[in-house]
């Protein structure tokens, strides 16, 4: 067994592979910070698309200079009139007679 000086000094303590014996060294602090910033770029870029497309898809923000929280408040605006405008519909439909599934009336 070896001396706990020698078992500081073995691959594995010093940080050149992982302690599951596999051949992979590990990352250096450079190379963590460099994965975490392009890990959070990425996330940004993400949230960024998705504001573009709510952007596309709510009347009245195409092409406009957004602010995020501008961008969510019409959005739920708008969601919450296209959900009153179903519920209008679902009843017009049982007004005039006709069934509406329980999946389609929400």
């Known amino acids: ?3 706990p000086a ?3 000094e073995s691959p594995a303590a010093a940080g050149d592979a992982n302690a599951d014996g596999d051949d992979k060294p590990r990352l250096t602090e ?3 910070k460099q994965n975490h910033i392009a890990s959070e770029q990425k996330r940004r870029q993400a949230i960024r698309e998705g504001f573009d497309r709510l952007t596309e898809l709510v009347p ?3 092409g406009q200079g957004r602010s995020e929280g501008l961008v969510l408040q019409r959005t739920v605006r708008y969601m919450r009139e296209q959900l ?3 519920r209008a519909l ?3 439909v049982e007004a005039a007679g006709g069934t509406v599934d329980d999946a389609d009336r929400r």
């Open 90 to 92: 679902v009843r017009k």
């Open 6 to 8: 020698k078992q500081a």
């Open 1 to 3: 067994m070896a001396s």
């Open 30 to 32: 450079a190379e963590k």
């Open 60 to 62: 009245g923000l195409e």
């Open 84 to 86: 009153e405008a179903r």
